[in-house]
């Protein structure tokens, strides 16, 4: 009986497949580290199938799950910032072993989860996530990538020194994407100089896989570059100026840095800003020009001059929370136009769906209106067809057979969205 109930779930998952075969199907997974439902941002060290290994600031992971809790287990204890259904970030000190990471029952339905390392210092040793029992995960909306590269000024913020209260964090929240701070207090560009004791710049710092606490280690890990920004942020030359670089050499770092980075990430989007404090702001914008003048049409600078005032500052360095925040208000129009038209609009293309097993309904819920809602079953035979023109929407399932089905949905802004269901 065993063998026949496999047999059949074979020929369900290749009837989908041939039915829709460029579709992005939502399938069910179980929070382990082999869910492929899990999106990891930032840099992790993946190379232990039993422990997930992230480094840099801010490095977190994103995923929706069903269920009334949520928890997250670590090998080893850190600060957590987490973030369930878009809600403010909070803060939690996790222990090793499990974390929950709701303060209260959710309710039933679909829920979004981000949790992350707290500040350039933590790091997770990432063992699964705690589902409810019969709970599952699905796959979060894939979103623009920004990858930040900076400093302290990029690396922490706030009173505690979270990265999640950057200006890097905020502004690429408001603009929703995803965001990665490679990033580290006390360090430059240029190998040699800085403000640490080890004096390795960026410029060889960022093409590895560990940030500088893991500096004594060896052999040294290189990035593998699993992943590809869609665009990448500079800030860098504010710790130059300890071991005094010359003009010369700061122009010469960053443009053999841009090129680099060019080099490495083709069609990624190169964003330069202007040191706050001014440092180097004309060998930076000389070797923005030089890297353009070969070609680049796809390198920006940006100037920071009157951004901010003395009453902006912490300690004439490091901006405070009006600082941050006027950063962020002064940063989100120079990114926004050169992010694509999908992001921009990508809240817009937000839906929601939720299947009630208990009840064998489905329910959905979009910003954008729904215009029509198909459901095939697992020979890809069309078994449900409305067209509406609400937010909310149900399909009651009972009267339908048990096995798999595919539900696509379209909104009247034309966004197609497909979702596996599995009723029985």
Avoid at 63 to 92: A, C
Avoid at 297 to 305: M, R
Wanted: charged letters at 20%; glycine letters at 8%.
């Amino acid at each position: 009986m065993k063998k026949n109930v496999l047999t059949l779930l074979f020929f369900s998952f290749f009837f989908l497949q041939q039915a829709f075969p460029n579709e992005n199907v939502d399938i069910p997974g179980d929070g382990k580290l082999s869910d492929v439902n899990i999106l990891y941002v930032g840099r992790w060290d993946k190379s232990n199938p039993n422990l997930y290994h992230s480094y840099w600031t801010g490095a977190y992971l994103r995923v929706d799950f069903t269920g009334k809790n949520i928890g997250i287990l670590l090998q080893t204890g850190t600060k957590l910032v987490v973030s369930i259904d878009g809600e403010d970030l909070r803060s939690i000190n996790a222990t090793s072993g499990l974390t929950m990471l709701n303060e209260e029952e959710l309710s039933n339905g679909r829920h979004s989860l981000l949790v992350g390392a707290a500040g350039q210092n933590e790091e997770l040793t990432f063992l699964g996530l705690n589902l409810d029992e019969e709970e599952v995960t699905y796959r979060p909306q894939k979103k623009f990538l920004i990858e930040y590269i900076g400093d302290s000024i990029t690396a922490t913020g706030g009173e505690d020194n979270r990265s999640a209260a950057n200006y890097a964090w905020y502004t690429a929240e408001e603009l929703n994407c995803d965001h990665t701070q490679i990033a580290f207090s006390g360090l430059a560009l240029t190998t040699g100089y800085g403000c640490l004791e080890e004096k390795i710049g960026l410029d060889s710092l960022y093409f590895c896989l560990k940030n500088y606490n893991h500096i004594t280690e060896r052999p040294v890990q290189q990035w593998d570059f699993s992943y590809t920004p869609d665009m990448i942020v500079i800030n860098l030359g504010t710790n130059d100026k300890c071991g005094s670089a010359t003009d010369a050499v700061m122009k010469s770092s960053m443009y053999n840095f841009l090129s680099r980075l060019r080099n490495t990430y083709p069609e990624s989007t190169l964003i330069v800003m202007q040191p706050f404090n001014g440092s180097y702001s004309g060998p930076i914008e000389s070797a923005v020009e030089k890297q353009k003048s070969l070609g680049d049409n796809n390198i920006y600078y940006i100037k920071t001059e009157g951004w901010l005032t003395e009453e902006d500052y912490k300690d004439g360095i490091h901006p405070n929370l009006s600082g941050r925040d006027k950063i962020v208000q002064n940063l989100i129009p120079q990114l926004k136009p050169l992010l694509p038209a999908d992001v921009k609009s990508a809240k817009e293309n937000f839906l929601n769906y939720f299947y009630d097993m208990e009840n064998n309904k489905i329910l959905i819920n979009s910003l954008a209106k729904i215009k029509n809602i198909l459901l095939y079953n697992s020979m890809g035979m069309l078994v449900y067809n409305n067209k509406t023109s609400s937010d909310n929407y149900e399909i009651d399932l009972n009267g339908y057979v048990n096995g798999h089905y595919i539900l696509r949905i379209q909104t009247a802004n034309n966004k197609i969205f497909t979702y596996k269901i599995i009723k029985g």
